[in-house]
């Protein structure tokens, strides 16, 4: 099925990120950058090996949350830095190797498949206005002849507006054959894989430029480039599943992460967030609410619902400002302002404003059961844990300590008392 090993390159700081945390962890909807550089190698090849360095530990157990059948490698940086000491060491286990950067979230396995070329070395180039910030190509005739680092280029090659687009794909006999040769004879002082470009053409091998989707090969490395590169993320997210039938209320004010899944005719409304891996099926998700690592199914929510983590709704209404957590609710109606959580209700509920289930002690989590046709009248709380079976009525300002029966009303408001003339008696500048 696959004919070559990979190799993504991830030992970078990324000063440029202003940030303590590992360039390559910065997230794009919801995941690190990394995530999706090999989310898309494991499409192409069973031999992935991700090169680590700084914060090396911090980014490979990141990493191992979403997958286990890679390779880490750390980099000898101190006697071998740069993008060619990144790969010594590296024995691929098929006959071509493709070199790919963490930093490029928004690569496809669509895109590399194009590097299938009969070459030496293929590289990745890019058509530009201006190749400001980028590696220079020179190309003849159709081949590679040359590729120079901006930091190490003469006026004359700053001129090139054919970039290197910083991915290649080598035949692997000549990769190891050639890496002990590099040198780090250069201004930064570094080992460059660029340089096995030179040595292939010394030696009369074939060099291919493969020019490429920009969009798709768009490195970050700001925090500018990070949400430029999250939007076209997003785009592409809100644009598949447009294509499956869902529909989208002004798509650009809504946020879906990597990882949601969206079945059926559902509404998305404007504002929405679908976090984590949320499953909405056949549901409308009203104006600016959220629902994270959730199932939501024949239902609505909102506006301004909060589902969150481990919540199950099925034909179930959820209203404005009303929160779950962990809350299985099916066939239950809560119009608005109450906190769900920990909970299980049945059909036929009727959730009535303001209600809390209590669920926290101060130390434990504890559940509240509530069975099928309770009605709950506004203001109550569930001091948790209580069953609440089926038929019962709660009266309105209720704190249920305890189970309630089937069939039963269960009320805790105090008797009513009047007292008359009691506001003059204490607010005397008021009597007249």
């Known amino acids: 099925m696959f004919n070559k090993s990979i190799i993504i390159l991830a030992a970078g700081q990324g000063t440029r990120m202003k940030s303590d945390t590992p360039k390559v962890l910065h997230k794009i909807s919801g995941k ?5 550089s090999i989310k898309e190698a494991l499409k192409l090849s069973d031999d992935i090996t991700v090169v680590l ?3 090396f530990e911090k980014v490979k157990a990141e990493i191992e949350k979403y997958f286990t059948n890679i390779n880490f490698v750390i980099q000898d940086h101190k006697n071998y830095p740069g993008t060619g000491g990144a790969v010594m060491g590296i024995v691929p286990k098929y006959e071509k190797v493709l070199v790919l950067n963490g930093d490029m979230p928004l690569i496809q396995a669509s895109e590399l498949e194009k590097f299938e070329m009969d070459a030496t070395i293929v590289m990745s180039v890019l058509e530009l206005k201006s190749a400001d910030g980028y ?3 020179i190309i003849e005739n159709g081949n590679v002849k040359k590729i120079v680092e901006q930091k190490d280029a003469t006026p004359e090659e700053l001129a090139i507006t054919t970039a290197n687009a910083g991915i290649y794909q080598f035949e692997t006999k000549f990769l190891l054959e050639n890496l002990p040769k590099l040198d780090n004879n250069n201004a930064q002082k570094e080992y460059y894989i660029t340089d096995l470009v030179e040595m292939a053409i010394n030696q009369g091998l074939v060099l291919k430029p493969l020019v490429v989707n920009e969009e798709n090969f768009k490195g970050v490395n700001s ?3 990070l949400a430029d590169a999250e939007v076209i993320h997003q785009n592409r997210i809100k644009k598949e599943f447009m294509k499956a039938g869902v529909i989208m209320r002004l798509p650009d004010t809504i946020y879906i992460e990597e990882g949601v899944e969206i079945e059926g005719e559902s509404i998305i409304e404007n ?3 679908l976090l984590g891996n949320s499953k909405i099926i056949n549901s409308h ?3 600016n609410s959220v629902v994270e690592d959730s199932i939501v199914k024949d239902s609505d929510v909102g506006p301004m619902g909060r589902i969150r983590p481990g919540s199950e709704l099925n034909k179930t209404h959820i ?3 009303v929160e779950t957590k962990k809350a299985i609710l099916n066939g239950v109606k809560a119009g608005h302002l109450s906190y769900l959580g920990d909970c299980q209700i049945d059909e036929g509920t009727n959730i009535g404003c303001g209600t809390i289930t209590c669920n926290y002690d101060g130390v434990n989590k504890h559940q509240t059961i509530i069975g099928k046709n309770v009605f709950v009248g506004s203001d109550t709380q569930f001091v948790a844990p209580v069953n609440i079976e089926d038929d019962v009525l709660i009266g309105a300002g209720s704190t249920v300590t305890g189970n309630v029966k089937k069939g039963e009303l269960y009320l805790t408001r105090a008797k009513a008392k009047t007292i008359d003339g009691y506001f003059y008696k204490h607010f ?3 009597k007249k």
């Open 319 to 321: 209203g404005n400002f």
């Open 285 to 287: 998700i009203k104006t």
């Open 428 to 430: 005397s500048s008021k």
């Open 135 to 137: 590696g220079r190509v």
């Open 271 to 273: 504002g929405v967030s």
């Open 32 to 36: 690190p950058m990394l995530y999706y």
């Open 53 to 55: 360095f700084h914060q």
């Open 223 to 225: 925090k500018v480039e």
